[in-house]
């Protein structure tokens, strides 16, 4: 084999993995954008979820400060037993 030959088989070569590389590269680009879309999209959810979490334990708060605001005013706060207090 001559050393035209030899070089115009690396060549092709190298053009070959030249384009697996681009080929990679942009299955890559693309894996990495849906991750990113996806954690986006999780983080957003959590977020949300987190809130209205947040805001359910407060108007639960609310409503329990409110119970209890009104049973003393009533004088009968230690006739109704608590039902968030743990049990023995």
């Known amino acids: 084999m001559g050393i035209s030959k030899e070089l115009s088989v690396l060549r092709k070569s190298m053009e070959e ?12 680009r693309e894996s990495l954008n849906l991750m990113s879309d996806t954690i986006k999209d999780l983080s957003e959810s959590f977020s949300k979820t987190l809130k209205d979490m947040v805001t359910t334990m407060r108007d639960m708060k609310i409503q329990i400060d ?11 706060d230690g006739v109704i037993p608590d039902l968030f207090k743990k049990r023995k």
């Not at 993995?17 to 890559?28: D, P, S, W």
């Open 17 to 28: 993995l030249t384009l697996e590389l681009r080929e990679t590269n942009l299955a890559m």
């Open 66 to 76: 409110i119970r209890d605001t009104v049973l003393k005013s009533l004088g009968i």
